[in-house]
């Protein structure tokens, strides 16, 4: 089992940033890819971000490629989300996930059946 912890959600003006964090336990961070997704309401869970093992391979939605950047830190078993150049349609639930991976790439891994384990959200909310 690998438990994942969300923090660093919270409200924030259009154009502004957040970090979100993901603290894993349990099993080697270091054997799993990570992953963000987000949920907005009323919406189905859609894919932000992922991060290989390593964290030498990553991947982004169209929607976020530019703006957020995932990375991670193995020694402290933590993976981040930076968001800058929030917009209003970034206002969701974001999840941290995490999926035993034996690739050092991580493209096209954004099916929600490719990963493992989940953590319970944090709520990212942008105004205006």
């Known amino acids: 089992q690998v438990q994942l912890v969300e923090s660093g959600g919270g409200l924030v003006q259009a154009g502004g940033s957040l970090r979100l964090s993901c603290a894993a336990s349990?099993?080697?961070?270091?054997?799993?890819?990570m992953g963000w997704f987000r949920q907005a309401p009323g919406k189905e869970r859609d894919f932000v971000a992922a991060?290989?093992?390593?964290?030498?391979?990553?991947y982004y939605a169209d929607s976020v490629k530019g703006r957020f950047t995932i990375s991670r830190d193995n020694g402290k078993n933590t993976v981040y989300l930076q968001m800058n150049s929030l917009k209003l349609e970034d206002t969701a639930v974001y999840y941290c996930?995490?999926?035993?991976?034996?690739?050092?790439?991580?493209?096209?891994?954004?099916?929600?059946?490719?990963?493992?384990?989940w953590g319970t959200g944090t709520q990212v909310t942008v105004s205006s």
């Open positions: 996930a995490a999926g035993l991976s034996f690739s050092t790439v991580v493209f096209g891994r954004s099916s929600r059946a490719q990963y493992d384990y």
């Open positions: 991060i290989s093992r390593s964290g030498t391979s990553t």
């Open positions: 349990g099993r080697t961070f270091s054997d799993y890819a």
